[in-house]
């Protein structure tokens, strides 16, 4: 069953990487019966989609610009610490830390309550 998200269509490929990344976590393997695993899996994913899809439309509304001198500091302190050599292709790690400075920013976007 397809979610919307204040109209936005959920897609079923990031229910199913959530999906992926949580049946990693071996408290899953507590729940015994397949099916009732699987469908709990489901539904923990669905949410977690959700919860991702509600970041990035709040991330969207915020008209803060990145700071790119300070996404290019902390790339450069995570390849340090990291022993990465010079010719590495900082694409995933940038990435990684943009994803941090947006999901640091929910933590300051006020909430609203229903």
């Not at 902390?74 to 694409?91: E, I, M």
């Amino acid at each position: 069953m397809p979610w919307l998200v204040n109209g936005q269509l959920v897609p079923e490929d990031l229910i199913r990487q959530e999906s992926a990344q949580i049946a990693g976590d071996p408290r899953w393997n507590g729940i015994a019966e397949e099916g009732e695993r699987a469908k709990r899996l489901r539904a923990a994913a669905e949410r977690a989609a959700q919860d991702k899809t509600l970041l990035s439309q709040a991330a969207a509304r915020d008209p803060r610009p990145l700071d790119p001198g300070l996404i290019d500091q902390q790339v450069a302190r995570l390849k340090k610490n990291g022993s990465c050599r010079g010719a590495f292709d900082d694409t995933a790690v940038r990435q990684v830390v943009e994803r941090r400075r947006i999901s640091g920013r929910s933590r300051t976007m006020p909430v609203c309550a229903p």
